[in-house]
């Protein structure tokens, strides 16, 4: 793990005059250490001979009280999942914005990606770049965001739209932050959450099919649906009247059937069948 006295750093150190900060250049040293392993492998502390270049697993967090998204918990709605990986899993939300808006969630209960482990990590990138092909397949560019602000399970929200500009998509992201007094940073991709932010500490990022991120530290007021609003205004879908979830429910015969629909059209892209 990084020492955050020594590596912490600062977006707002970088200002290009505008709205937008760049941190492309880059103060401070690249992780070398990697985190404990997770997974369905054996518990080498119940063993009487451990392999020696092996170390025990550490489970992931237990959740204060119930969580619908751990996979493990009676609360999850199994119809609603599409695939299961080793470390993560995908899923179709409740009341989704557009019916191939997906989550993609760790298994193990944890609350952002600033505090997940690495392995974790990486199963939920391959699942991304999953979504991505089968998007573009369809003519269809990808926006990922997570809002780690009153959250308790960490939820990457996967959502397509009609092939669009990546900067079209982040300017709809900077124009509307702007409104609501928010001030994005453009984060590339090698740059883990844990050198611009506090574990712990509450932010939301977006990503697209290409370039940097955008993402902003969150203090104080801040709008649930911030993303699905982005992506529901007149410059995107434009579809206004479904931004709260709850307006989109269905029914679970009607979320089986989505799922069982997605679930059959996104198999070739699936990296957990190969």
Known sequence: MLDEQNFFFDPKSLQDGRKRKDMSQRPFKQETKRRPPQGDQPNFQDLE???????????????????????????????????????????????GLIAEHVLILPIG??????????????????????????????????????????????????????????????QAFI???????????????????????????PYFVAEFDDGPSLFVKIKGRFSLQFGREVLASPLLLNIPDRVDWKACSTSKEEETQAAKAFRKTFQPFDFTNN
């Open 109 to 170: 209960h944890y609350g952002a990606s600033t505090d997940a482990p690495e392995e974790v990590l990486e199963e939920m990138a391959k699942f991304k770049e999953s979504l991505r092909r089968y998007f573009k397949s369809k003519a269809q560019s990808c926006v990922v965001f997570e809002r780690n602000f009153k959250s308790q399970h960490l939820q990457l929200q996967v959502i397509p739209v009609p092939d669009t500009p990546t900067d079209t998509l982040r």
């Open 49 to 95: 001979n451990p392999p020696a270049n092996r170390r025990p697993i550490i489970k992931p967090p237990v959740p204060r009280g119930p969580c619908w998204f751990c996979l493990g918990s009676p609360e999850v709605e199994k119809h609603l999942i599409i695939s299961i990986g080793d470390q993560s899993y995908l899923a179709l939300p409740k009341g």
């Open 175 to 201: 124009g509307f932050g702007e409104t609501q007094g928010l001030e994005f940073t453009e984060l590339p991709r090698d740059i883990p959450l844990t050198q611009v932010v506090q574990v712990g500490a």
